[in-house]
């Protein structure tokens, strides 16, 4: 049983900064697709960030492109999301999930991944 871990959410001002982290157990790292996905009140679960299992394909979605960045290190079964500047349309409960890869192709949508985290608040004041 996979199990994820997130981690780093908060308040933070528009402009801002934060680093979100999520630590996996339960299955070999090295072999899991990640990505990072949030969730705003009365909307649907949203893409964010994929990255495949070896770390050397990511994928964003459009609204973070620049300003998100996501990294794995397999050393410490972790995944990261950097976000920059962050806006109060980012506010959202962000959650990191995992899927045993099959291939080298990131996931980018949420059928994409079996297993998801229990979600970090992040809320950007303006």
């Known amino acids: 049983q996979v199990q994820l871990v997130e981690s780093g959410g908060g308040l933070v001002q528009a402009g801002g900064s934060l680093r979100l982290s999520c630590v996996v157990s339960?299955?070999?790292?090295?072999?899991?697709?990640l990505g990072w996905f949030r969730q705003a009140p009365g909307k649907e679960r949203a893409f964010l960030a994929g990255?495949?299992?070896?770390?050397?394909?990511?994928h964003y979605t459009d609204s973070v492109k620049g300003r998100f960045t996501i990294s794995r290190d397999n050393a410490v079964n972790t995944v990261y999301l950097e976000m920059n500047n962050l806006k109060p349309d980012d506010t959202a409960v962000y959650y990191c999930?995992?899927?045993?890869?099959?291939?080298?192709?990131?996931?980018?949508?949420?059928?994409?991944?079996?297993?998801w985290g229990q979600g970090t608040q992040v809320t950007v004041s303006s």
């Open positions: 339960g299955r070999t790292f090295d072999s899991l697709g």
């Open positions: 999930a995992s899927v045993t890869a099959l291939s080298d192709l990131v996931g980018i949508g949420v059928r994409s991944y079996t297993n």
């Open positions: 990255i495949n299992r070896s770390g050397g394909r990511t």
